[in-house]
């Protein structure tokens, strides 16, 4: 029964994915496959989260209900629409290609398994922070919101609930609350990142080489252990990565269910931890701003109508996130501003500390030399990497990090060093996917002009 709620919500997006392209041209069956299971998880989040919004409790038997009203209605339509269009989800054909693919995800299945039996109970804030939340909601009854109690801030009981809220919907199908099911949530979202990577540069390069990128991710040791240990960052840097390649799809492909697909995918997103609502925040500035901006060569391929269903998806996904700052969220309980501070000021030796630290962090021989590579994309890569295909995706990391970087030198709460040296490689892990899609797709795409 462990693998059954994946199942439901897997089949529930990707039924829904088959439902927005059924008037468009489908994209490649892997990345469809993978975008639809995100879709789905999400989806069994926040019908798990609206258990306790509507009735202040956790109610096992409603949530189940809803999953099966969504996926009926899903069946039925997908009924009326293979009488006039045929089906288009299908497995690829048996041949070696795709044999090896195959074979190399269940290789990479086999090392990220016996990664995740070493920490079995997961890392130190997988069972402070994202296991206990979860715990805590499926066992708490009608007490559930002392959660948010501030005197829980080493919990931090102001980060959203969507990984949580994903490991309480798989217990409801186990007899207890066991740690294989967030050890599989923390694994299936690796290989679901990995296997996104590489299906969406293949998406829009057709080279083989778009492999190259997801084996890179899924095979160095560090970023392993980062992605089993059962933090939120994997799931971060999964719906981060698959909003801004959806969005990408939307300005090449001009396909309307590719704007909606990144404004759920941004939805769910908001709801991952702070820095997701960050991110979703600079997204969604970009996308209003391209068809205002669209006299530029680079972006006049934006619509205003695909910003208006990019809205109206992230509209239907984040209003979980917006219950949850509104009415339960504490707020910050380690935040103290340095601009105004006069016990701790933010300092220019704070700012320096932060950028050698970061420098340092890249050069750390941990990665095996991905930021390296990455460097050597970057710079024979040139001006591809700031063309129309990858504008939107350099525009977000250039936004994105100033902001991160902003945050570590005004909030004074923490030590700098030691803040540094417990959150800055997972920042950058989650970031990691997302560097190897700009680089990687300047190189391979051959529809790129310098």
């Known amino acids: 029964m462990i693998v059954a709620p994946f199942l439901i919500s897997s089949t529930i997006g990707i039924l829904l994915i088959n439902l927005l392209f059924k008037n468009e041209k489908s994209p490649n069956v892997y990345l469809k496959t993978i975008l639809g299971i995100g879709l789905g998880l999400g989806i069994s989040s926040q019908l798990t989260f609206y258990s306790f919004l509507f009735f202040n409790r956790l109610i096992p038997n409603a949530i189940m209900a809803a999953h099966g009203i969504i996926l009926s209605v899903l069946l039925i339509q997908q009924w009326f629409i293979s009488r006039t269009t045929p089906f288009t989800f299908s497995l690829p054909k048996f041949s070696w290609k795709n044999s090896s693919s195959i074979l190399l995800i269940l290789i990479v299945l086999i090392f990220l398994i016996k990664q995740g039996l070493f920490y ?26 002392n959660l948010f109690s501030p005197q829980l801030w080493r919990s931090s009981p102001h980060y959203p609930l969507l990984l949580p809220l994903i490991n309480v919907w798989g217990w409801l199908w186990t007899p207890k ?36 990128p997801g084996l890179l991710f899924l095979t160095v040791p560090f970023i392993n252990l980062l992605a089993t240990t059962q933090y939120c960052d994997i799931v971060l840097s999964f719906y981060l990565l698959a909003s801004i390649i959806a969005l990408c799809q939307t300005q090449k492909q001009q396909h309307s269910p590719w704007a909606l697909s990144a404004g759920l995918l941004s939805g769910f997103l908001s709801f991952t931890k ?15 701003s391209l068809p205002l901006w669209g006299k530029l060569r680079q972006l006049k391929d934006f619509s205003l109508a695909h910003a208006q269903l990019f809205l109206l998806g992230l509209t239907i996904a984040s209003l979980p996130t917006l219950a949850f700052n509104v009415i339960y969220s504490p707020g910050n309980q380690t935040f103290v501003n340095g601009l105004t501070s006069t016990l701790k000021p933010a300092t220019w030796e704070r ?71 417990v959150s800055l490689h997972r920042i950058l892990f989650s970031l990691l996917p997302l560097f190897l899609f700009w680089v990687f797709g300047s190189l391979l795409n051959k529809n790129n002009r310098s």
């Open 351 to 421: 700012f320096q500390l932060a950028m050698i630290f970061l420098l340092a962090e890249l050069k750390n021989g941990k990665w095996h030399g991905l930021w390296f590579l990455l460097l050597l994309g970057f710079i024979i890569g040139g001006k591809k990497l700031w063309d129309k295909n990858t504008i939107i995706t350099a525009g977000f990391l250039l936004l994105y990090l100033s902001v991160i970087l902003a945050y570590y030198h005004i909030n004074t709460y923490f030590e700098i060093k030691w803040w540094l040296s």
């Open 120 to 145: 079995p109970d997961g890392g130190w804030d997988a069972w402070q922070v994202w296991n206990f939340k979860a715990k805590f909601l499926l066992l708490a009854g009608e007490q559930w919101q």
């Open 177 to 212: 609350a066991t740690n294989i099911t967030p050890l599989t949530t923390s694994i299936l979202f690796a290989v679901l990142t990995g296997g996104l990577l590489s299906s969406a540069l293949w998406e829009q390069s057709k080279n083989i080489f778009s492999l190259l």
């Open 274 to 288: 702070p820095e997701g609502l960050i991110a979703t925040l600079i997204i969604s500035f970009l996308v209003v």
